[in-house]
C-alpha cells in the first residue's frame, strides 16, 4: 500500500450540491496532487498543492476549490455538482512537486452526482 | 489534438506472449516520462520511468523516440497478472502533467 488515504470512498449526491473529499499525503510528503478520472479515461489533473499553495492547476472551472494543511493533508471542494462530475476522485503525494517525482495514489473516491 | 494518445486496445494475448503498445505526445519539449499500471477499480501505480537510453526492468521494457515524440513499453513472456490497463504519463517542460487514457492488455491462460 502507498500510505495514502482518501475518504469517503464512495459518495452519492444530487445535483447542485456541495461537496467535500479528503486525502492524507504519505508520512513525509509536502506535496498533493487531485485527478478526476471518469469512466474508461486517464485520469485528468485538476490541481497540486505545494506546502499549503496551489502550484499548478488543470482546465478545471473554479467551482473546483482545494486547501492543504500545515500536515500535508488535503481536500477538495466542488461546488453545484453536474452529472458530469461523477468519476473517481484520485489524490496523489510525492516527495516535491511533479517534474520527476514519483506520485503515489490513494484508492480514490467515488462520486457519483444524481 | 491531444495531449497524450495511446492505443485503448485492448490487447488479448496468451501467456507467455510478448505485447508493445505506444504511447504518442503532442509537445516536442515534453521531458519526462512515465508507465503506471492501473487495475480495474484500483489506484494507477507507477511501472517505471521512462529515460532517454530506453531502460529495462525484468520483463518489461521502456523506450523513448523523441524524433517521433512516441513512448513504448514491452512485456515479454506475459503473466495473467499483468492484465491491467497501462497509463502512460507524460510531463512538459512547464510542469504539466498528462495522462494518456490508457492501454488495456488481457493475458489469457
Known amino acids: 500500500e502507498t500510505g495514502v488515504t482518501q475518504s469517503p470512498t464512495h459518495l452519492i449526491k444530487t445535483r447542485g450540491q456541495q461537496v467535500t473529499l479528503r486525502c492524507s499525503s504519505q508520512s513525509g510528503h509536502n506535496t498533493v496532487s487531485w485527478y478526476q478520472q471518469a469512466l474508461g479515461q486517464g485520469p485528468q489533473f485538476i490541481f497540486q498543492y505545494y506546502r499549503e499553495e496551489e502550484n499548478g492547476r488543470g482546465n478545471f472551472p473554479p467551482r473546483f476549490s482545494g486547501l492543504q494543511f500545515p500536515n500535508y493533508s488535503s481536500e477538495l471542494n466542488v461546488n453545484a455538482l453536474e452529472l458530469d462530475d461523477s468519476a473517481l476522485y484520485l489524490c496523489?503525494?510525492?516527495?516535491?512537486?511533479?517534474?520527476?517525482?514519483?506520485?503515489?495514489f490513494g484508492p480514490g473516491t467515488r462520486l457519483l452526482v444524481l | 489534438r491531444k495531449e497524450v494518445e495511446q492505443d485503448p486496445g485492448p490487447f488479448n494475448v496468451p501467456e507467455g506472449a510478448t505485447v508493445a503498445f505506444n504511447c504518442t505526445y503532442s509537445n516536442s519539449a515534453s521531458q519526462s516520462f512515465f508507465w503506471y499500471r492501473q487495475d480495474c477499480r484500483k489506484e494507477p501505480k507507477l511501472l517505471m520511468s521512462?529515460?532517454?537510453s530506453g531502460n529495462e526492468d525484468g520483463r518489461f521494457t521502456a523506450q523513448l523516440n523523441r524524433a517521433s515524440q512516441y513512448i513504448s513499453l514491452l512485456i515479454r513472456d506475459s503473466k495473467l497478472s499483468d492484465s491491467a490497463t497501462y497509463l502512460c504519463?507524460?510531463?512538459?517542460?512547464?510542469?504539466?502533467?498528462?495522462f494518456g487514457a490508457g492501454t488495456t492488455v488481457t493475458v489469457r491462460a
Open positions: 521512462v529515460y532517454s
Open positions: 504519463v507524460v510531463i512538459s517542460n512547464d510542469y504539466k502533467l498528462s
Open positions: 496523489a503525494s510525492s516527495l516535491g512537486t511533479i517534474e520527476g517525482e514519483t506520485q503515489y
